[in-house]
């Protein structure tokens, strides 16, 4: 069973950054393609950057030039770098696959963007 644990949150002001990181087991980050999603309140999760096999990154257009996403394939690893953050970029974050089938949620991590 894949376990996912997400961590790095926190309160941070506008401008600022935050690194959000994704312990996983039982799935290869290598291998499989993985994403960082958010969700805020009332709104749906989604997706916001993803890493495919090839190393290959995407972004969705609110945080392109602002998050990367990265991956340590030795430790099981994925990251996402956060900077110049906004207010609109509060949220739970998620990591999980990209894939059609995701595993198991984990709790995510709260990101708050607030002066």
């Known amino acids: 069973q894949v376990q996912l644990v997400e961590s790095g949150g926190g309160l941070v002001q506008p401008g600022g950054s935050l690194t959000l990181s994704c312990a996983v087991s039982?799935?290869?980050?290598?291998?499989?393609?993985m994403g960082w999603f958010r969700q805020a309140p009332g709104q749906q999760r989604n997706l916001v950057a993803a890493i495919i096999r090839s190393g290959t990154t995407n972004y969705a257009d609110s945080v392109m030039g602002r998050f990367t996403i990265s991956r340590d394939n030795a430790k099981n690893m994925v990251y996402l770098q956060m900077n110049s953050l906004k207010p609109d970029d509060t949220a739970v974050y998620y990591c999980?696959?990209?894939?059609?089938?995701?595993?198991?949620w984990g709790q995510g991590t709260q990101v708050t963007v607030s002066s």
């Open positions: 039982g799935s290869s980050v290598r291998v499989n393609a």
């Open positions: 999980n696959t990209i894939a059609a089938v995701k595993y198991r």
